[in-house]
């Protein structure tokens, strides 16, 4: 047995396929499928059921996988506590965002960290929630920021920021004029929404929970469309195909000619954004170098959180 076997059967317990869990773990897919028959013929245990469409774990195999993601996590602690030893800040950092901050937040952080902490390089991946914590669990990530609420209770959180939510609307909308505007008023229009996946939709959900419905006799509600992205739902409000709602630092400095975007009446919703890594993870230098770098970007409209 052997730490590249269990990188492998965590991969394929996360992807659920066997090309998508070699190519996550560079290398080509007769490789991994190799490695994994080896190790279930060691230990004498089927790990995966291989269906035709999505490989499925076995009972069994739920508690092999925990066992090995606890066994990877605590490889790379011994990594880290030699690196620690030597210069904490010394190596890359590897970091997850959501895809509703990467955007707006990587920009200024990696010229930050180039800045503040060059020896550290920031090796970025953007993906939903769910996945990156996976991707934490199994030691492929050292540190991940995220909007709260999300599943997980096992890990060291610091606060960044509290972000207010704004709706966006197209400049010849009648709301565009608007000072302020009411959640309720909302539900008189055609919302256009992030999908499935997204946390920022379940966000957004909650200030207008009539909208989860999708129902086209729903009152004061004619219809509603997903996007893949924010950028791509702005592109549609634009072009008027309905209103939406973003987070504050999504809103560019310079005004948009063909999109307002109004705050919400007070109490304004918002989003509470940390930064969350592995109780194990011993960089604790590289953490706090990298929220102080997040504390030096132009966070426009949002509330740092220093506690």
């Not at 490889?75 to 895809?99: M, S």
């Not at 995220?146 to 599943?151: N, Q, R």
């Not at 469309?225 to 702005?234: A, H, M, N, Q, Y």
């Not at 890594?277 to 426009?300: H, K, Q, V």
Request: glycine share 6%; net charge negative.
């Amino acid at each position: 047995m052997t730490l590249t076997e269990l990188r492998y059967i965590v991969a394929v317990a996360r992807e659920r396929h066997f090309g998508r869990a070699a190519e996550a773990c560079f290398v080509s897919q007769p490789t991994l499928s190799v490695a994994v028959k080896k190790l279930e013929d060691e230990l004498d245990v089927k790990l995966f059921e291989r269906g035709s469409a999505e490989i499925s774990v076995t009972p069994l195999g739920e508690e092999i996988i925990r066992q090995a993601q606890a066994v990877l996590e605590q490889a790379q602690a011994i990594k880290e506590i030699a690196k620690r030893g030597k210069d904490p800040l010394a190596g890359p950092l590897r970091l997850g965002v959501i895809y509703t901050i990467g955007p707006y937040l990587l920009p200024d952080l990696v010229r930050q960290a180039i800045a503040r902490v060059p020896q550290m390089p920031l090796m970025l991946q953007e993906n939903f929630t769910v996945k990156l914590l996976e991707m934490l669990r199994a030691g492929e990530l050292d540190c991940a920021i995220l909007a709260e609420p999300f599943p997980e209770t096992n890990l060291a959180t610091a606060p960044l920021y509290e972000e207010p939510f704004m709706v966006a609307v197209p400049r010849s909308h009648p709301l565009a004029s608007r000072e302020r505007i009411g959640a309720e008023e909302l539900k008189r229009e055609t919302m256009l929404l992030l999908g499935s996946g997204h946390c920022f939709r379940d966000h957004v959900l909650e200030v207008c929970p009539e909208f989860a419905r999708f129902s086209s006799d729903a009152e004061g509600i004619r219809r509603s469309f997903e996007g893949s992205s924010l950028e791509t739902i702005k592109h549609m409000v634009a072009a008027g195909m309905g209103v939406t709602v973003v987070p504050r630092l999504s809103v560019p400095v310079e005004p948009h000619p063909h999109l307002a975007y109004i705050p919400f009446e007070e109490p304004a919703p918002t989003r509470r954004v940390v930064l969350v890594w592995r109780r194990s993870f011993t960089r604790y230098e590289a953490i706090a170098a990298l929220r102080n770098a997040i504390y030096a970007c132009p966070l426009d409209g949002v509330s740092l959180l220093s506690s």
